[in-house]
């Protein structure tokens, strides 16, 4: 199989979901937020991983100057199309109207709910999977506004 790079060194890129920490990235915990989905950066770099992956080092100068190993899958063009999400995977959110499900309420306004994940598509703005209590809702970014933050008793 012969591996050809959508990307260019010099290019500006986009990354489209947000990049953890794998366990590779030397000073920071695994699992943390290293470039937030939506940042652009700058390829200086391409090599191959298994055989099989092209990854491109991807230079983020406004995520501290990162330098960060990207899977092709996990970029775009720099100038593509791109719609920004206002909620992150384990956001506390609140209903803006109730939710229903064939005509039946299945949530009311104002329930909270945890962002479980983030859907996004091309060229139009994001929705989300958001547990309430037991149940995952597929709800659109337009029904959800940002939880309060729990009030700390002393």
């Keep these: 199989m012969i591996l050809e790079p ?5 290019d500006a890129v986009r990354v ?3 990049l953890r920490n794998d366990g590779t990235y030397p000073g920071e915990d695994t699992g943390t937020v290293l470039v937030r989905r939506g940042s652009i950066g700058y390829v200086c770099e391409l090599g191959v991983f298994l055989q099989d992956q092209i990854i491109y080092t991807v230079h983020f100068l406004d995520s501290g100057g990162r330098m960060v190993g990207c899977r092709e899958s996990e970029l775009i063009p720099a100038d593509a199309p791109w719609i920004p ?32 994940a983030v859907i996004r598509e091309p060229d139009i ?11 995952v809702l597929d709800v659109p970014e337009s029904a959800l506004e940002a939880a309060p933050s729990p009030k700390i008793m002393d």
């Design 6 to 10: 959508r990307f260019a060194c010099d």
């Design 16 to 18: 489209i979901r947000n």
């Design 85 to 116: 999400n206002r909620f992150e995977r384990g956001d506390r959110v609140t209903t803006r109207l109730p939710l229903a499900i064939g005509g039946t309420t299945a949530v009311t306004g104002g329930t909270v709910g945890e962002v479980m």
């Design 125 to 135: 703005a994001a929705h989300y999977h958001v547990l309430f209590t037991t149940r």
